[in-house]
Nanobody
Framework: VQLQASGGGLVQAGGSLRLSCAAS????????MGWYRQAPGKQRELVAR???????IYADSVKGRFTISRDNAKNTMYLEMNGLKPDDTAVYYC???????????WGQGTQVTVSS
Protein backbone atom coordinates (compact mmCIF):
# COMPACT_ATOMS: atom_id res chain seq x y z
CA VAL A 1 0.00 0.00 0.00
CA GLN A 2 1.32 3.44 -0.96
CA LEU A 3 -0.09 6.64 0.50
CA GLN A 4 0.33 10.14 -0.93
CA ALA A 5 -0.76 13.04 1.27
CA SER A 6 -1.38 16.57 0.06
CA GLY A 7 -3.21 19.76 0.92
CA GLY A 8 -1.21 21.26 3.75
CA GLY A 9 -0.24 24.89 3.91
CA LEU A 10 -0.23 28.11 5.87
CA VAL A 11 -3.54 29.50 7.09
CA GLN A 12 -4.67 32.08 9.61
CA ALA A 13 -6.44 31.08 12.80
CA GLY A 14 -10.10 30.39 12.11
CA GLY A 15 -9.39 29.33 8.55
CA SER A 16 -9.89 26.03 6.78
CA LEU A 17 -7.86 23.45 4.91
CA ARG A 18 -8.62 20.11 3.31
CA LEU A 19 -6.05 17.35 3.34
CA SER A 20 -6.15 14.47 0.88
CA CYS A 21 -4.55 11.04 1.02
CA ALA A 22 -4.51 8.96 -2.15
CA ALA A 23 -4.01 5.24 -1.68
CA SER A 24 -2.66 2.79 -4.23
CA UNK A 25 -1.52 -0.81 -4.28
CA UNK A 26 -3.38 -3.45 -2.26
CA UNK A 27 -6.39 -1.25 -1.57
CA UNK A 28 -8.74 -4.11 -0.73
CA UNK A 29 -6.56 -5.14 2.21
CA UNK A 30 -7.02 -1.80 3.98
CA UNK A 31 -9.11 -2.12 7.15
CA UNK A 32 -9.15 1.46 8.28
CA MET A 33 -7.43 4.73 7.51
CA GLY A 34 -6.63 7.73 9.61
CA TRP A 35 -4.82 11.01 10.07
CA TYR A 36 -2.14 11.55 12.68
CA ARG A 37 -0.15 14.66 13.45
CA GLN A 38 3.14 15.47 15.09
CA ALA A 39 4.06 18.89 16.39
CA PRO A 40 7.69 19.84 17.14
CA GLY A 41 8.85 18.23 20.37
CA LYS A 42 5.67 16.19 20.75
CA GLN A 43 4.68 12.62 20.06
CA ARG A 44 2.63 11.67 17.04
CA GLU A 45 -1.05 11.60 17.93
CA LEU A 46 -4.21 10.31 16.33
CA VAL A 47 -6.40 13.05 14.88
CA ALA A 48 -9.17 11.01 13.25
CA ARG A 49 -9.74 7.53 11.91
CA UNK A 50 -12.36 5.97 9.66
CA UNK A 51 -13.25 2.35 8.99
CA UNK A 52 -14.35 0.69 5.76
CA UNK A 53 -17.88 1.02 7.12
CA UNK A 54 -17.40 4.79 7.50
CA UNK A 55 -17.36 4.69 11.29
CA UNK A 56 -15.23 7.62 12.41
CA ILE A 57 -13.55 8.61 15.65
CA TYR A 58 -11.88 11.92 16.51
CA ALA A 59 -9.46 13.26 19.04
CA ASP A 60 -11.26 15.40 21.59
CA SER A 61 -9.23 18.42 20.52
CA VAL A 62 -10.67 18.38 16.98
CA LYS A 63 -14.24 17.19 17.54
CA GLY A 64 -16.73 19.50 15.91
CA ARG A 65 -14.05 21.16 13.78
CA PHE A 66 -12.54 18.37 11.68
CA THR A 67 -14.32 15.84 9.47
CA ILE A 68 -12.76 12.69 8.05
CA SER A 69 -14.20 11.00 4.98
CA ARG A 70 -13.38 8.46 2.29
CA ASP A 71 -14.17 8.33 -1.41
CA ASN A 72 -13.80 4.66 -2.25
CA ALA A 73 -14.23 5.28 -5.97
CA LYS A 74 -11.16 7.51 -5.91
CA ASN A 75 -9.26 5.51 -3.27
CA THR A 76 -8.83 8.76 -1.39
CA MET A 77 -9.31 9.85 2.20
CA TYR A 78 -9.90 13.45 3.23
CA LEU A 79 -9.63 15.56 6.34
CA GLU A 80 -11.70 18.73 6.27
CA MET A 81 -10.32 21.10 8.90
CA ASN A 82 -12.34 24.13 9.94
CA GLY A 83 -11.84 26.63 12.74
CA LEU A 84 -8.12 26.00 12.71
CA LYS A 85 -6.12 27.03 15.76
CA PRO A 86 -2.38 27.62 16.22
CA ASP A 87 -2.31 24.43 18.31
CA ASP A 88 -3.25 22.51 15.15
CA THR A 89 0.15 23.34 13.66
CA ALA A 90 1.93 20.08 12.92
CA VAL A 91 3.01 17.67 10.24
CA TYR A 92 -0.03 15.60 9.32
CA TYR A 93 0.43 11.99 8.26
CA CYS A 94 -2.07 9.69 6.63
CA UNK A 95 -2.15 6.12 7.82
CA UNK A 96 -3.62 2.87 6.59
CA UNK A 97 -3.97 -0.29 8.65
CA UNK A 98 -3.77 -3.38 6.51
CA UNK A 99 -4.59 -7.05 6.83
CA UNK A 100 -5.40 -9.22 9.84
CA UNK A 101 -2.53 -7.74 11.84
CA UNK A 102 -3.56 -4.16 11.07
CA UNK A 103 -0.05 -3.40 9.84
CA UNK A 104 0.64 0.32 9.61
CA UNK A 105 1.48 2.08 6.38
CA TRP A 106 2.32 5.80 6.38
CA GLY A 107 2.25 8.62 3.89
CA GLN A 108 5.05 11.16 3.69
CA GLY A 109 3.41 13.88 5.79
CA THR A 110 2.15 17.34 4.92
CA GLN A 111 2.84 20.49 6.93
CA VAL A 112 -0.06 22.49 8.35
CA THR A 113 0.82 25.84 9.90
CA VAL A 114 -1.80 28.01 11.58
CA SER A 115 -0.80 31.58 12.36
CA SER A 116 -2.39 33.58 15.16
Amino acid sequence: VQLQASGGGLVQAGGSLRLSCAASGSIRSINRMGWYRQAPGKQRELVARITTGDYAIYADSVKGRFTISRDNAKNTMYLEMNGLKPDDTAVYYCNAQVGFAYYDYWGQGTQVTVSS
